[in-house]
């Protein structure tokens, strides 16, 4: 099992930044890659980034590439997603997730993390 515990969400003016952080615990040496992914209300949950946790390969979605960097650190067991330039529309529930090896997709998810910004 693979626990993940967001934080770092809140309230920010468009333009402003916050750095959202996702501490995992238990069997983590079994973590094959984390992402960060959104909901917005009446929305689909949708991806927003991806590392891959034995190296430092990274992938974004259109919408956030030059505006936010994920990140990791192995030894504390901590991904972190840097939001730059956020916009109203990148208000959401921002999740981390993790897919331990062999599984293929995404089977572990925290319970979310609140980021509002406003006009």
């Known amino acids: 099992q693979v626990q993940l515990v967001e934080s770092g969400g809140g309230l920010v003016q468009a333009g402003g930044s916050l750095r959202l952080s996702c501490a995992a615990s238990?069997?983590?040496?079994?973590?094959?890659?984390m992402g960060w992914f959104r909901q917005a209300p009446g929305k689909e949950r949708e991806f927003v980034a991806r590392?891959?946790?034995?190296?430092?390969?990274?992938y974004y979605t259109d919408s956030v590439k030059g505006r936010f960097t994920i990140s990791k650190d192995n030894a504390k067991n901590t991904m972190w997603l840097q939001m730059n330039s956020l916009k109203p529309e990148d208000t959401a529930v921002y999740y981390c997730?993790?897919?331990?090896?062999?599984?293929?997709?995404?089977?572990?998810w925290g319970q979310g993390t609140q980021v509002t910004v406003s006009s």
């Open positions: 997730a993790a897919a331990q090896s062999g599984a293929g997709s995404y089977n572990y």
């Open positions: 238990g069997r983590t040496s079994t973590i094959s890659f």
């Open positions: 590392i891959i946790w034995s190296d430092i390969s990274t």
